[in-house]
């Protein structure tokens, strides 16, 4: 007995799903003609004809508990793909579609997190190919929303993404010790902000990544300065309180 058809869609020969699966434990091509599947579809219409055939020559059916085992091992099985676009999944599947812990491959980012119906429904992280780490929100295969990312040199950010870009409030950790917290537009610093060096605090305001306004300058002591600025520099007219 076939359970549950699926077609082949690189050569259109048709299986049993449960058959399949088994086969790929050892070659991800078709046992047919060989040639590297690439996607594969319930064939619902081929499933009816053969449910008509099957009760009609009910001695080619499988016993009530080889059926059982079948269906519990198709529900939540461990397999590794590689779909028509070269995107890789490796991690469980239910039956011809991806659901359970799993990691998709595209272009070298590495999606882990949890699959519900063929679709990512819970990320953990990406792993990018340069080895930085993003976990978060996402929208499409884009960053957006709440997230934080951890970069392979050092550093990281943390805060608000739209359209795979840092936009909103968010903090940035750089490798030489700096920190930056405030407003980002399109990766850039953009806004209202503040810039902490060592032990020496800069409220501004930004524009396309550099300080257009001085607010003030707090120092370690509680000293505030209020005045020209210059390459970071106090200079010109200026208050020390």
């Not at 081929?46 to 529900?75: A, H, W, Y």
């Not at 939540?76 to 999944?89: H, L, Q, R, T, V």
């Not at 812990?101 to 595209?106: D, V």
């Not at 805060?159 to 795979?164: E, L, V």
């Amino acid at each position: 007995m076939i359970y549950e058809c699926v077609i082949v869609m690189s050569c259109f020969h048709n299986f049993c799903l449960y058959c399949l699966m088994k086969h790929f434990n050892e070659s991800q091509n078709c046992a047919q003609c060989d040639q590297k599947i690439i996607e594969f579809r319930r064939n619902k219409y081929l499933d009816s004809v053969l449910g008509v055939f099957e009760k009609q020559e009910s001695r080619n059916d499988r016993s009530q508990l080889e059926c059982l085992e079948i269906e519990q091992k198709t529900e939540n099985f461990y397999s590794k793909f590689e779909d028509k676009n070269g995107a890789i999944y490796e991690g469980y599947w239910k039956k011809d579609k991806k659901e359970g812990k799993g990691q998709l491959t595209i272009e070298g980012m590495i999606y882990v997190g949890n699959f519900k119906e063929n679709f990512m429904g819970e990320l953990e992280c990406i792993i990018y190919p340069n080895g930085n780490i993003y976990t978060g929100d996402l929208k499409g295969h884009k960053r957006d929303g709440k997230g934080k990312i951890v970069y392979s040199g050092g550093g990281l950010y943390e805060g608000n993404w739209s359209n795979d870009q840092k936009n909103g409030r968010g903090r940035a950790e750089y490798l030489d010790g700096e920190i930056y917290e405030g407003n980002w537009k399109d990766d850039l610093k953009d806004g209202e902000g503040t810039l902490t060096i060592g032990e020496v605090t800069y409220v501004g305001h930004w524009k396309e990544d550099s300080m257009k306004k001085l607010d003030y300058i707090k120092y370690p002591k509680g000293g505030i300065y209020k005045g020209g600025l210059i390459r970071g520099k106090r200079e010109g007219k200026g208050q020390m309180t």
